[in-house]
Antibody
Framework: QVQLQESGPGLVKPSETLSLTCTVS??????????WAWIRQHPGKGLEWIGS???????HYSPSLTSRLNISVDTSKNQFSMRLTSVTAADTAVYYC???????????????WGLGTRVTVSS | DIVVTQSPVSLAVPLGERATINCKSS????????????LAWYQQKPGQPPKVLIY???TRESGVPDRFSGSGSGTDFSLTISSLQAEDVAVYFC?????????FGQGTRLEIK
């Protein structure tokens, strides 16, 4: 079955860059019916979509993060990654990667999700 | 941005009874060219990632028990659990995918009364 696994540091200092990678198994990142997404969940809070990318590199970002965000795809490793610059305590959250089903022009719901990785921004 | 508002924030229902969670969007999620509502429902249990239950507002994901059903169209939607089981204790979220930015409801915590 399709599985996603997030990896990256659990602790990042304020003003530095948060980098996370998602490794996909059981499915090809080249799928024509999938986008690949990052979503975060602040402690005890709801879900916030960060951004999504298609295998050709076309992407959509949350307007609130676009100035600090870059999402990329590495088709050779079947991975995709996110970089969030100039982090603050407000970026402390559990970060999930997920497959987002849909056509190239219409990304839809998220299934499945990775288990999530907790990231704390603190000095 | 499309704002998605869930109600109630929390809900306690006796075992075996019906539970209904509502989701209202700030604009219609019905795409006229295919007559589909771009809304999904998720279940999140403690310490786990969300799991999709329903998409296209009323299509049940494979393997999801048939006590879960989704209804509604346009701007008003509901998730109903027909007979609450102990394993249904969780937080439930709705999500619109009609347009970016993708947005989620704030969640509804479902407990046993």
């Amino acid at each position: 079955q399709v599985q996603l696994q997030e990896s990256g540091p659990g602790l990042v200092k304020p003003s530095e860059t948060l980098s996370l990678t998602c490794t996909v198994s059981g499915a090809s990142i080249f799928s024509s019916t999938a986008h690949w997404a990052w979503i975060r969940q602040h402690p005890g809070k709801g879900l916030e979509w960060i951004g999504s990318i298609y295998h050709d590199g076309s992407s959509h970002y949350s307007p609130s993060l676009t100035s600090r965000l870059n999402i990329s795809v590495d088709t050779s490793k079947n991975q995709f990654s996110m970089r969030l610059t100039s982090v603050t305590a407000a970026d402390t959250a559990v970060y999930y990667c997920a497959r987002q089903k849909g056509s190239p022009w219409s990304p839809n719901w998220f299934d499945p999700w990775g288990l999530g990785t907790r990231v704390t921004v603190s000095s | 941005d499309i704002v998605v508002t869930q109600s109630p924030v929390s809900l306690a229902v006796p075992l075996g009874e019906r539970a209904t969670i509502n989701c209202k969007s700030s604009q219609s999620l019905l795409y006229s060219s295919n007559n589909k509502d771009y809304l999904a429902w998720y279940q999140q249990k403690p310490g786990q990632p969300p799991k999709v239950l329903i998409y296209w507002a009323s299509t049940r994901e494979s393997g999801v028990p048939d006590r879960f059903s989704g209804s509604g169209s346009g701007t008003d939607f509901s998730l109903t659990i027909s007979s609450l089981q102990a394993e249904d204790v969780a937080v439930y979220f709705c999500q619109q995918y009609y347009s970016t930015p993708i947005t989620f409801g704030q969640g509804t915590r479902l407990e046993i009364k």
